[in-house]
């Protein structure tokens, strides 16, 4: 029943970002920047390109801002009344090169925007990166995934962590939770040269600093309370990209282009072995960083983060060995940090010990599901 009702919040949540009121606290003016055909869409695919509704360059579209397809209120059918939005600008603002933005037709779409985190996890085949993009998520599915069936067999989740951009705003979409139905709109998009632009971002009104779980840069992100705008960079070069708050010159997005293709198909990746993971060639603008750019898992400790469990880990009642033993969670269990103790060296590694609870249907070494305790463990024995 409870999945039932997901699927139904997420098709209205899909349908409200396209028909209702205003989300968000600008009001820009977009035009078709090219000549293109309208579209007729549904919640979730196109019916048809209309080849027979024409839709000329410099016609203006005003209504409701969104980062996505655009309805024409005056459009000639009004059964297709949809604009891709690989056809549109803000009006008086500048435009990507068109190999960087997504489209509702998937014949002009040569590539598609991945998280370095995401593309590591698929190169690694190292699920529990993705998860970790998200780990209040591991949280949540407590209450809806039975104890037997992991996250990534979960049928939300089949899909690749993708970010859409148009000349409108932009959309980020990850395999655990798509938490914002709305995106980002941009007020203005301005090129600042060859490989970069600067763009004034508004949040939905309906976001919330909560909603944010973009791994592994959550901590750069300024507030998106009550829809207020950031200035956004987007420094791009070929199929690599990084996005900062330009305020604080701190990154949001760390981006690499694939083939479409490829990225559509990656969802495999979470409940078989997926032949594709085999063939990937990994994009030059990636492969030639330096060290020090390239993906790193975040392994410090946090209260409130969530963290993997290496191997059989015993869980104390204080923060030494010698303390009485509470329970031995077995390895890849998740615990969340609850406070930070006291550091300490053992078995030649230095770190704290932290006070952890178990979460996600965690199990112990003998496979027996761990109910709600409290503990400590040395941090240096998590990742």
């Known amino acids: 029943m409870k999945k039932k009702c997901m699927s139904i919040i997420l098709a209205g949540l899909v349908s409200l970002s396209a028909f209702a009121e205003n989300f968000y606290n600008c009001s820009p003016v977009y035009e078709v920047y090219r000549d293109t055909c309208y579209y007729q869409i549904d919640q979730y695919n196109i019916i048809y390109r209309d080849v027979d509704a024409a839709c000329e360059k410099g016609t203006e579209i005003t209504g409701t801002p969104y980062y996505w397809a655009q309805k024409d209120k005056n459009a000639p059918n009004y059964l297709s009344p949809y604009i891709d939005p690989y056809d549109i600008k803000i009006k008086g603002s500048d435009t990507f090169d068109d190999y960087v933005l997504g489209s509702i037709d998937e014949k002009k779409v040569k590539g598609r925007w991945l998280p370095v985190w995401y593309f590591e996890a698929v ?18 599915d407590q209450d809806v995934l039975p104890v037997e069936v992991p996250w990534y067999e979960y049928e939300h989740y089949r899909t690749a962590a993708h970010m859409d951009i148009t000349n409108t705003g932009f959309f980020f979409n990850t395999p655990l939770k798509t938490f ?6 941009f007020e203005n998009l301005k090129r600042i040269d060859e490989n970069t632009y600067i763009a004034k971002v508004y949040p939905s009104l309906y976001d919330s600093d909560r909603n944010v779980s973009w791994f592994p840069y959550l901590e750069n992100f300024p507030s998106l309370k009550d829809g ?5 960079r987007f420094e791009i070069n070929g199929k690599a990209m990084k996005i900062y708050d330009n305020n604080t010159n701190k990154i949001l997005f760390d981006l690499i282009q694939v083939p479409f293709k490829w990225a559509t198909n990656y969802y495999r990746f979470f409940i078989k072995e997926n032949i594709v993971i085999e063939s990937m060639i990994v994009p030059e603008e990636y492969a030639n960083r330096k060290e020090e750019d390239m993906f790193r898992m975040d392994r410090s400790l946090k209260k409130g983060k969530l963290m993997l469990v290496k191997e059989n880990l015993r869980l104390r009642a204080d923060e030494s060995i010698s303390s ?32 952890v609870s178990p979460v996600r249907n965690s199990m112990d070494a003998d496979g027996k599901k761990v109910h709600y305790t409290v503990g400590w463990c040395f941090g240096g024995y998590l990742e």
Not at 123 to 140: F, S, Y
């Open 123 to 140: 190169r690694q085949k190292n699920r529990e990166i993705v998860a970790m993009a998200e780990p209040d998520r591991l949280v949540m």
């Open 180 to 185: 914002s139905p709305y995106g980002f709109v």
């Open 228 to 232: 207020k705008p950031f200035t956004a």
């Open 324 to 355: 009485e033993l509470i329970v031995v969670m077995a390895k890849d269990s998740w615990v969340e940090i609850l406070s930070i103790g006291k550091e300490e060296t053992i078995d030649g590694i230095t770190s704290n010990w932290v006070q």
